[in-house]
């Protein structure tokens, strides 16, 4: 009995730690969302980056709000268990600002994003946390890659087969 409530505590302080570290990215609170990490631990957003605290991770989220000035988040729903918390979450913005994101100029574009967070926490602090998000229809939403199903979008994939055509032809030869 006492193994279970403990686990209930611990699952109870894990999704508060991590419900607070991300109040702490609604807030664009780089400082406070630093705070929640052990030093030297790794964020990694699946797909984009990864980020390790006291190297590029206050630069890359410093940089993220500058170019989404307007930046709003939701959390959406946490579910604990012992050390590890899922957040789901959902994010909008318009990329606006006076930095550059993944490369590209401001845009006016507007994102809506939802995605879903894996946090591992121990003795209060974040050691690792992975995050999922769909990256296709980010790039989209930026004017990065054409809408679904348009036109663009379907010269762009025959295009793709006819290279892939044109490189399995010359393989064979």
């Known amino acids: 009995m006492a193994t279970r409530t403990a686990t209930k505590k611990q699952s109870a302080e894990t999704a508060e730690v991590a419900r607070s570290y991300f109040e702490a990215?609604?807030?664009?609170?780089?400082?406070?969302?630093?705070?929640?990490?052990?030093?030297?631990?790794?964020?990694?957003?699946?797909?984009?980056?990864?980020?390790?605290?006291?190297?590029?991770?206050r630069g890359w989220f410093g940089n993220l709000f500058r170019a989404f000035p307007d930046w709003k988040f939701e959390i959406l729903d946490v579910v604990a268990e012992g050390e590890r918390a899922a957040v789901e979450w959902r994010a909008t913005g318009s990329f606006s600002g006076d930095s550059r994101f993944e490369g590209m100029e401001p845009n006016g574009a507007s994102v809506d994003i939802q995605g879903c967070d894996i946090a591992t926490i121990r003795e209060g602090r974040l050691v690792s946390l992975e995050a999922y998000m769909n990256g296709t229809e980010i790039a989209r939403q930026l004017g990065a890659l054409p809408a679904q199903g348009s036109v663009a979008e379907r010269g762009m994939t025959g295009a793709l087969n006819l290279k892939t055509r044109a490189t399995k032809a010359l393989r064979r030869d």
């Open 25 to 57: 990215v609604g807030r664009q609170d780089v400082d406070a969302m630093e705070a929640h990490y052990e030093p030297g631990s790794i964020g990694r957003i699946h797909g984009l980056v990864d980020l390790k605290v006291g190297e590029n991770y």
